[in-house]
């Protein structure tokens, strides 16, 4: 840091004299937005923001699981080191709230242990990624994909959702970056027939079993 610039940070210190500690936070929080609004590269990592973690909302099909034992972990890796990385999140205009797209249990450590969220004065350090609301499950999905840490199930239940929601076969795939035979083996974990409104068979890939459901589908579309 430039003495320059120590030297023009002086006002900032005299502004925020007096100040409590959340005015302080919530002071610095917009003087840093207005600067990183300035600054050539524009990526969500450059405008981290600490947020009251009651702002925050877990959602409700993260298919990462983390044992106990990697729970514990990861807090004395933040008591020991503080935050990383932050929380990656979407702002839902309708609840306003910031809902989570990946770093649940990074949320769920601060939020459950007093010590960390009291060091952090009640705050989480997030960043927001500019998708629409209805985008977030995709985007969970790319983040734990890219670090290889999902479960099967929880992957299945959330395919599952999606197709629930009106999703297609081939908006599933390009979005989550599955292989047709990937999407249709999740299809099979879950044991709902549903699943299969949208699929197109290949016979590459077509097993008994696979005919064996397809059959038992269209028996109950029968009746």
């Not at 106990?68 to 990383?84: N, P, Q, R, V, W």
């Not at 929601?165 to 990937?182: R, S």
Request: hydrophobic fraction near 35%; proline fraction near 3%.
């Amino acid at each position: 840091m430039s003495e320059a610039w120590g030297t023009n940070a002086d006002w900032i210190k005299d502004e925020i004299k007096g100040f409590s500690d959340q005015e302080k936070i919530d002071y610095l929080e917009d003087l840093k937005i207005e600067l990183q609004e300035m600054h050539p590269i524009q990526q969500p990592v450059g405008q981290v923001m600490w947020v009251d973690i009651d702002r925050v909302q877990a959602n409700d099909y993260n298919p990462n699981s983390v044992a106990g034992a990697e729970m514990k972990l990861l807090y004395t890796s933040i008591k020991h080191d503080g935050y990383t990385q932050p929380v990656v999140t979407i702002y839902d205009e309708e609840l306003d709230k910031f809902i989570i797209v990946d770093g649940f249990h990074r949320y769920f450590t601060c939020k459950s242990n007093q010590d960390i969220k009291d060091r952090n004065h009640g705050r989480l350090p997030i960043v927001v990624i500019e998708k629409d609301i209805n985008e977030r499950m995709a985007a969970t999905v790319r983040h734990n994909r890219a670090r290889g840490s999902h479960s099967v199930d929880g992957m299945a239940n959330m395919v599952f959702s999606m197709l629930e929601q009106g999703w297609k076969d081939a908006d599933i795939c390009n979005h989550l970056g599955m292989e047709p035979e990937e999407l249709l083996r999740l299809k099979h974990i879950t044991g709902f027939s549903k699943l299969f409104e949208n699929t197109e068979y290949k016979k590459a890939w077509v097993t008994k079993q696979q005919i064996l459901i397809k059959k038992k589908y269209q028996d109950e579309q029968e009746i």
